[in-house]
């Protein structure tokens, strides 16, 4: 039977995969973007250098999300939540994930038609390049609907923990710490 725990750390070595080849991609934009500049001193230039790394970044923003997720990244205020009890703390994280992963599971669904009207009218850039934007929206969409899929199934995780009563292992998994605690 697969545990909270097994399904919690098969997410964090996912997102990790993840987040390493959206990094790669950010330093292959960043090269391309240097290599254009050179080029721009010698009198040339590969242009486009400006939509290309616009699209790196829509893509990888939408799937850097969930490894910001795992990695307890995403900003909360927390002044009430700290005055609670590890129960009432437990269920403003699970209250907050609820939330989040509703928000992010409509902009995922609101992404479709986008991607829809690209494919359906043959869309392009109103650029020189005509990049047809499909090729962008098809992995941006992706990374929209795994960061859904990334915050439900930890959601589900952290649910299983509350209810089996182990709330410190379900507030690693999805609390929020403030700032003086994780400098310490």
């Not at 080849?21 to 391309?32: H, M, T």
């Not at 939330?99 to 690209?118: D, E, G, H, K, R």
């Not at 109103?126 to 934007?133: A, C, G, Q, S, V």
Request: proline letters at 3%; a negative charge.
């Amino acid at each position: 039977m697969t545990t909270p725990d097994t399904i919690l750390k098969t997410m964090r070595r996912l997102n990790l995969g993840v987040a390493l080849l959206v990094g790669v991609l950010l330093v292959a934009c960043a090269v391309f973007i240097l290599a254009d500049i050179v080029l721009r001193q010698l009198g040339d230039s590969f242009g486009g250098t400006d939509e290309i790394s616009g699209y790196v970044m829509a893509v990888a923003t939408s799937w850097g999300m969930a490894y910001a997720l795992m990695e307890l990244a995403h900003v909360r205020i927390d002044f009430l939540r700290t005055r609670l009890p590890a129960m009432g703390r437990a269920l403003m994280d699970l209250f907050s994930m609820l939330i989040l992963s509703a928000v992010i599971t409509l902009i995922a669904w609101q992404c479709w038609p986008v991607l829809a009207n690209s494919l359906a009218n043959g869309s392009t850039a109103n650029t020189n390049l005509e990049t047809p934007l499909a090729w962008v929206q098809i992995p941006w969409l992706a990374g929209w609907i795994w960061f859904a899929l990334t915050s439900w199934i930890t959601l589900f995780a952290a649910c299983v923990l509350v209810v089996t009563g182990r709330l410190d292992e379900s507030e690693a998994a999805i609390g929020a710490f403030p700032e003086t605690e994780l400098l310490e």
